[in-house]
């Protein structure tokens, strides 16, 4: 007797129609020249980030008896975590559910909000990662303009008015990445109205929120008060992106089916990083607050050095708008005869990397390619000076 084995090269469409958005994600962590300075990520600098206390707490955790720790936790995620997260955001407990980081919120969100070949409105420009997360329901995007005051609501308003039908719309409501600007009070209040009058889901994505520095506050009242909005919130840009931690404030009527939708994936997040993050927050109440106030000194100081720098180095070559929070700048060319893309080749010929304004997709209305993303979260403000100085040298090997 003999025995065929069968082989097969096929691979499913869905993992054949995925491509890597250009410089993001793993493309950002090859490595470079030695002397290049990156300003690629929206990552928290090491300095501001709480690690003496962060190792205190994970050796009073695994101290306690029993180490519950390194044991199974529930899909929704350990109650003294939960509970000081729904005071903080101000809703019930039960509709916070721990997830592991921003972008795996948005995955559920996606998966229990859009059907197969849905419209789903989003930003535009528009944060490519979460077209990835897109990509898994075969959704058709809706480009909603993004402007220095957030999302164009009179825009979307006029498209729901035309009939588009969107089940959910995606956007970053607070220093929107990235082209900066935070959606006003007003604004959130009309998204929401719209929302619940046409039947559609906001999946407003929120990781910049804790990191204003200059400004006032916007509420996220009308965005937990809905049962229309999913709130998408995480530790990476406070505590540290390797402790993929984060969280959703959903509606009561779908955090049931995020709970559910979750038990047939990965369980539940780290029990250890729950209980370490937990044990931080709740065993001296302060730190959490205390840990914001000097990442948002920090920022604000290298968004001031980063955007003087750059008028010093390359007068007239920018227009900026300074920050009020978060970790990009979104300056726009001023001379419309220099090539972003030759631009962005000779920075990079000069120990410069950032990203284009052409890797972040985007409709008709928009000039994004005109626009560079500067991500100055990890970098020093000497660095910074000296990026802005060898931008000015790439500059002009096109001006001459």
Do not use: C
């Amino acid at each position: 007797m003999t025995t065929q084995t069968l082989t097969t090269t096929r691979r499913p469409a869905l993992i054949e129609a995925f491509t890597a958005p250009k410089g993001f994600g793993d493309q950002t962590l090859r490595d470079r020249r030695a002397d290049a300075i990156e300003l690629l990520g929206g990552i928290p600098d090491p300095s501001v980030l709480p690690t003496e206390a962060l190792a205190a707490a994970t050796s009073r955790v695994l101290a306690k008896p029993g180490v519950p720790a390194l044991q199974y936790s529930r899909t929704e995620g350990i109650s003294p975590l939960r509970e000081w997260i729904a005071e903080r955001e101000g809703v019930p407990v039960d509709r916070i559910l721990i997830t592991n980081g921003g972008f795996h919120g948005l995955a559920l969100a996606i998966q229990s909000v859009v059907e197969r070949g849905d419209l789903v409105a989003v930003d535009n420009p528009i944060f490519p990662l979460f077209l990835r997360g897109l990509q898994l329901s075969d959704a058709r995007p809706l480009p909603i303009f993004v402007g220095p005051h957030g999302l164009d609501i009179d825009y979307l308003s006029n498209q729901l008015r035309a009939g588009a039908r969107p089940s959910a719309l995606y956007t970053v409501p607070d220093f929107h990445n990235p082209s900066q600007g935070t959606l006003s009070g007003e604004a959130r209040k009309e998204l929401v109205r719209l929302a619940e009058q046409y039947g559609f889901v906001v999946l407003a994505d929120n990781p910049y929120r804790e990191l204003r520095f200059a400004g006032e506050q916007e509420s996220v009242e009308e965005f937990n008060n809905s049962d229309h909005v999913l709130h998408i919130n995480t530790f990476t840009k406070t505590l540290g992106p390797g402790l993929r931690l984060g969280w959703t404030v959903a509606p009561e009527r779908l955090s049931r089916d995020l709970v559910a939708l979750r038990s047939r994936q990965d369980s539940h997040s780290s029990t250890l990083v729950q209980a370490i993050i937990a044990e931080l927050v709740t065993s001296d109440p302060g730190i959490f607050d205390a840990t914001l106030d000097q990442a948002r000194a920090l920022y604000k100081n290298r968004a001031e050095t980063l955007v003087s720098a750059l008028h010093r180095e390359a007068p007239g070559a920018f227009e900026t708008v300074l920050p009020d929070g978060g970790l990009f700048l979104w300056p726009k060319l001023a001379d419309s005869s220099v090539n972003p893309d030759q631009l962005a080749a000779d920075a990079s010929a000069e120990g410069v990397e950032y990203q284009r304004g052409s890797f972040f997709p985007s409709g008709p209305g928009t000039d994004a390619d005109r626009h560079l993303r500067l991500a100055y979260g990890d970098v020093p403000a000497a660095k910074l000076e000296e990026a802005a100085e060898r931008l000015g040298r790439a500059l002009q090997r096109q001006q001459g």
